[in-house]
């Protein structure tokens, strides 16, 4: 099993390649809005480091996170996979920060917090009730960034994502692959509404 993995859910984004039972290459940077400008080099690499080997999994890390950078390791996933017969799989970012009776938490603007929950659900929750939680917390945010004490400053990775993948049983993994390729939406997107009709402005 060859996997190619991309993170880009997060500024700190990763792609990794595992073949032959090891990780092959590596490599990570800092990203907030030019994830691509960092990617196709570094997804070049990583075929050199391939050879004649065959991808049998592309992973892109589905977030939550940016919404931006996983599309774009998405349209990248795609292109690669048509090209290489590969199968595309989105994968939880945050499934390889979970640890037992652990929330993770991040901002989800708005006035909002983005809680994966240890049972696996992801939802939005306000101000008070993320400090109402009863669970150990995990954060992507920097440190001092949340209401209450937690263990801070974690972010997902490629590396962590072919963890993910090595770690899940053969029905999960037969079940994620018959899932659209598609980033993990915490709730509708939001929509400014101009106050002027389109032909005043």
Known sequence: MNLLAIETSVPNASLCLYAG???????EW???RNHDAHLFPALEQAMEALGAGQLSHIL?????????????????GVGIAT????KLVAVESWAQL????????????RGGWTVR???GRIEVLSADELAALEYPVYSTEPAGRLPQACKEGLFPSAEGLVQT???????????????P??????????????TRKPWEV
């Open 165 to 179: 993948w090595l770690n899940m049983s053969k029905e999960e993994q037969l079940a994620a692959e018959a899932r």
């Open 30 to 32: 800092q990203a907030e």
């Open 83 to 86: 090209v290489c017969e590969a």
């Open 60 to 76: 892109i890390g589905a977030g939550p996170g940016s919404y931006g950078g996983v599309r774009v390791a998405l349209a990248a």
């Open 98 to 109: 979970a640890d037992g009776d652990v929330c993770v938490v991040a901002d989800a603007r």
């Open 117 to 119: 929950f240890p049972d």
């Open 21 to 27: 039972g090891e990780i092959r290459y590596r490599t």
């Open 181 to 194: 390729a598609e980033p993990i939406y915490v709730r509708p997107p939001h929509i400014t509404v101009s």
